[in-house]
T-cell receptor
Framework: QQQVKQSPQSLIVQKGGISIINCAYE??????FPWYQQFPGKGPALLIA?????SEKKEGRFTISFNKSAKQFSLHIMDSQPGDSATYFC????????????FGEGTQLTVNP | NAGVTQTPKFRVLKTGQSMTLLCAQD?????MYWYRQDPGMGLRLIHY???????AKGEVPDGYNVSRLKKQNFLLGLESAAPSQTSVYFC???????????????FGPGTRLTVL
C-alpha cells in the first residue's frame, strides 16, 4: 500500500523551463513533507522540506506548494538547469514515527540543454 | 567526516547464500535506517534503529535481520538470499527526534546487490 503517490514517473524539460512534480498522501497524521534529490550512483540528499502550517516554502529556484485540504504537495523547479537532472523523491513523516519517512515512487527529471 | 559509508558497493550472490551489509556513520547519530530502492517503488524501509542495542521492523522486513551493537554501525543481514532481494540498498542516519522537530536523514552511497 503506497501511502504517498508521486507523479509523473519521468519528466523531460528544456533548460530554463519549469519542472513540476506532484505528490498526494493518504494519512492525515503526516505533518512533515521533505523532498530528496538523488543523482546517479549516489544516495538521496535532502533538498527542501515543509510543515503543513504554511502553504509554500521557497529556497532559491526550488519551491514546495502544499494543499492540506487536498492532501497534496508539489515541487516546482524554476529556471531548470541540466545540473538539476536527477531523481526526485517526495516523502512524508509524522511526529510520532521517530523520523521514519514514507517515500513516493520517484520522478526521473531530465533537463535538456 | 566521512558521513555515512556502506560496505560493499557491489555484490553478486547465488540463491540461498547469506551475506551482511555494513553501514557506518561518524556523525554520532542516534537513529539509523536500512532502505531498499527498486525501480518505480521509491525507497522502502526495511528495518531501523533508534539507538544502540535497539532495532525495529519497517515496511518490508521479511528475509532480513539487523543488529546495532555499536552506535556508529548498523548491519543488515540476508540469511538466505532470494532473487526478489535483488535491489539497491541504502543506509541512512539522523539525529534523535527532539520535540517538535524533524531531522534530516543522511544517506550512504548504496550497495547494489544481485541475487542469481
Amino acid at each position: 500500500q503506497q501511502q504517498v503517490k508521486q507523479s509523473p514517473q519521468s519528466l523531460i524539460v528544456q533548460k530554463g523551463g519549469i519542472s513540476i512534480i506532484n505528490c498526494a498522501y493518504e494519512n492525515t497524521a503526516f505533518d512533515y513533507f521533505p523532498w530528496y534529490q538523488q543523482f546517479p550512483g549516489k544516495g538521496p540528499a535532502l533538498l527542501i522540506a515543509i510543515r503543513p502550517d504554511v502553504s509554500e516554502k521557497k529556497e532559491g529556484r526550488f519551491t514546495i506548494s502544499f494543499n492540506k485540504s487536498a492532501k497534496q504537495f508539489s515541487l516546482h523547479i524554476m529556471d531548470s538547469q541540466p545540473g538539476d537532472s536527477a531523481t526526485y523523491f517526495c516523502a512524508a513523516s509524522k511526529e510520532t514515527s521517530g523520523s521514519r519517512l514514507t517515500f513516493g515512487e520517484g520522478t526521473q527529471l531530465t533537463v535538456n540543454p | 567526516n566521512a558521513g555515512v559509508t556502506q560496505t560493499p558497493k557491489f555484490r553478486v550472490l547465488k540463491t540461498g547464500q547469506s551475506m551482511t551489509l555494513l553501514c557506518a556513520q561518524d556523525m554520532n547519530h542516534e537513529y539509523m535506517y536500512w532502505y531498499r530502492q527498486d525501480p518505480g517503488m521509491g525507497l522502502r524501509l526495511i528495518h531501523y534503529s533508534v539507538g544502540e542495542g535497539t532495532t525495529a521492523k519497517g515496511e518490508v522486513p521479511d528475509g532480513y535481520n539487523v543488529s546495532r551493537l555499536k552506535k556508529q554501525n548498523f548491519l543488515l543481514g540476508l540469511e538466505s538470499a532470494a532473487p526478489s532481494q535483488t535491489s539497491v540498498y541504502f543506509c541512512a542516519s539522523s539525529y534523535s527526534l527532539a520535540e517538535g522537530s524533524y531531522n534530516e536523514q543522511f544517506f550512504g552511497p548504496g550497495t547494489r546487490l544481485t541475487v542469481l
